[in-house]
C-alpha cells in the first residue's frame, strides 16, 4: 500500500513536492524494498541489540530501518550511550554476570573494532572459544552512526558494557581506504577505512557465524541491502576523479 508524503530525505525537492511511499517498507515508491524483504521477518536465537545516534534516524541512507524488518529478534534503541534501565535484555546480562550466575544462559558481545587500550577479539575465533557442545544463545550489540559518533558511543557505554560482553569485530584493515558506492555493490556511504560497513552488512557477515543456518540468513540480508544499494547507485552521475594540480614554485612563476 501507498500513501502519499512531503519528501523530506531529499534536500534538493522543492518544499510541496509530495510522492508515494510504501506503507510497508516505508521507502518512496520509486524505491520499494518489498519485492527483497523476506515476507515473514527471519527468526534467530541470537538476540540483536542496536543502539542508533539520533542523527541516524531519518537519514535517507540508514539500514537499520530496513534490518528491522528483515529480523524478528533486533531491538533498536536510540540514544548515545547504553546504561542500566535502557534495555531489560542486557539489564538482566548485566546483573547475572555482577552475581556471577553460573547458569547464564546467554554469551553476549559488542560490535566494534579494537583499538590499543580496548582490543576486540575476531567473531568467528570469539564463537570458537565456547566449543561445539555449548548451547548458549548469544546476544550480538551494535552501534549505529558515522565512524566517529560510533567511536563516542563505545565509550561512553563501555564502563557498562565491558561488564557482561565481549567486543568482537570482524576482519578490518586501517591501513587500506575504505570503498564507496562506486567500488562496490554493498556500500552506500564512504568508509574510513578497509573492512567498515553498513550496520545491516555487519549483522548479516556475524549472523552467518553465530547462527546454525546462517549462511542462509546472511544471503537474505546481503540480497535486500544489494537492492537498496543498486537503487541508490541508479540515481548518481559517474564519478570522475579530480586532476592533480600541480605544485609551482618561485622560479616556475611567469613575470610580466
Not at 510541496?16 to 516505508?26: A, G, K, L
Not at 515476507?39 to 541516524?56: D, G, N, R
Not at 576482519?171 to 564512504?190: C, F, P
Amino acid at each position: 500500500m501507498m500513501s502519499d508524503s512531503i519528501d523530506g530525505d531529499n534536500q534538493f525537492s522543492h518544499p510541496n513536492t509530495r510522492r508515494r511511499i510504501c506503507n510497508v517498507c516505508e521507502r518512496p515508491a520509486t524505491v520499494c524494498l518489498c519485492d527483497s524483504i523476506p515476507a515473514e521477518p527471519v527468526s534467530t536465537s541470537t538476540q540483536i541489540v542496536i543502539l542508533q545516534h539520533p542523527h541516524e534516524q531519518r537519514h535517507r541512507l540508514a539500514t537499520v530501518p530496513v534490518l528491522n524488518k528483515c529480523l524478528r529478534s533486533c531491538q533498536t534503541l536510540i540514544g548515545r550511550r547504553l546504561r542500566r534501565g535502557d534495555s531489560a535484555l542486557l539489564d538482566s546480562l548485566h546483573d547475572a554476570t555482577a552475581e556471577e550466575n553460573p547458569n547464564q544462559s546467554c554469551h553476549a558481545a559488542f560490535l566494534f573494532p579494537g583499538t590499543d587500550p580496548t582490543p576486540s577479539m575476531e567473531i568467528n575465533q570469539w564463537k570458537s572459544s565456547f566449543g561445539d557442545d555449548d548451547s548458549n544463545k548469544f546476544v550480538l550489540i551494535a552501534f549505529d552512526g558515522t565512524w566517529k559518533h560510533a567511536k563516542e558511543m563505545v565509550c561512553a557505554s563501555f564502563p557498562f558494557l565491558s561488564k557482561f560482553a565481549t567486543q568482537v569485530c570482524l576482519t578490518y584493515d586501517v591501513n587500506v581506504d575504505g570503498g564507496t558506492i562506486y567500488s562496490s555493490e554493498l556500500i552506500l556511504r564512504k568508509e574510513p577505512f578497509g573492512g567498515c560497513m553498513s550496520t545491516m552488512e555487519a549483522i548479516a557477515r556475524c549472523l552467518q557465524v553465530l547462527e546454525p543456518n546462517g549462511v542462509e540468513i546472511e544471503s537474505k540480508l546481503i540480497s535486500v541491502l544489494r537492492t537498496m544499494v543498486s537503487f541508490q547507485a541508479s540515481f548518481l552521475k559517474p564519478s570522475k576523479p579530480r586532476p592533480k594540480l600541480l605544485k609551482t614554485g618561485k622560479d616556475d612563476e611567469k613575470t610580466i
